[in-house]
């Protein structure tokens, strides 16, 4: 979804208008992001608590993963340097990020 060419252009359009509508931002962010780490600090809470996983820091933790998704590939569609991401780098993403993810907090297959 972050990488759809639709999803790029509104990026870049609430990044412009934003300085106009300040408010933008802000309801932007609560309505998409907000939710959504709030929903993987809960799930990665309950992992924690059933000793599935260790994490110390259960809001940096759900950033850094979100963040890990989106990574310098999303900043370059940004900046018009590419253009979204095909299949196999998508689930080459995906596989890279959570294989380092759970081995950062501790998960042992």
């Not at 802000?26 to 924690?48: D, F, K, T, V, W």
């Not at 809001?59 to 340097?81: A, I, N, V, Y």
């Amino acid at each position: 979804m972050a990488y759809a060419d639709e999803a790029i252009q509104l990026y870049r359009l609430i990044i412009a208008e934003q300085q106009h509508f300040p408010e933008l931002g802000e309801l932007i962010y609560r309505s998409g992001p907000e939710p959504l780490l709030r929903q993987m600090a809960s799930y990665l809470a309950e992992l924690s608590g059933r000793g599935i996983l260790h994490v110390a820091d259960l809001e940096t933790s759900s950033r850094l993963f979100l963040d890990m998704l989106k990574g310098d590939q999303h900043f370059r569609c940004l900046l018009g340097l590419q253009t979204g991401l095909g299949e196999t780098a998508k689930q080459r993403l995906i596989s890279t990020v959570v294989a380092f993810f759970l081995k950062g907090h501790g998960y042992e297959a």
